[in-house]
């Protein structure tokens, strides 16, 4: 199975995860990463699928991508959206 290689911002690891920013999840599609991070902090993946823009291997997905495929080494992030008008 692909391993990828997950981010959070500063602000989001300090009010969810106790400060951890990285970590290596082995997932077949985003819907796996938010599944595991939920699973090690419980109630997070709802935070993440509600509160966040999430960046694969540097392709920014504003709608939800739960089924993206990813590839062994790609790079998750996970940033806070840009609320306003």
Do not use: C, W
Not at 9 to 23: H, I
Not at 28 to 34: F, G, N, P, W, Y
Not at 66 to 79: M, N
Request: glycine fraction near 12%; hydrophobic fraction near 30%; proline fraction near 5%.
């Amino acid at each position: 199975m692909p391993t990828a290689q997950v981010n959070l911002t500063s602000g989001f690891s300090r009010r969810y995860t106790g400060g951890r920013r990285e970590f290596e999840i082995e997932a077949k599609s985003l819907r796996d990463v938010i599944k595991a991070l939920d699973k090690m902090y419980p109630g997070l993946g709802e935070h993440l699928e509600t509160e966040t823009t999430v960046a694969i291997d540097g392709q920014i997905h504003d709608e939800p991508g739960y089924f993206q495929k990813l590839r062994d080494g790609s790079e998750v992030f996970f940033i806070p959206k840009l609320e306003g008008g």
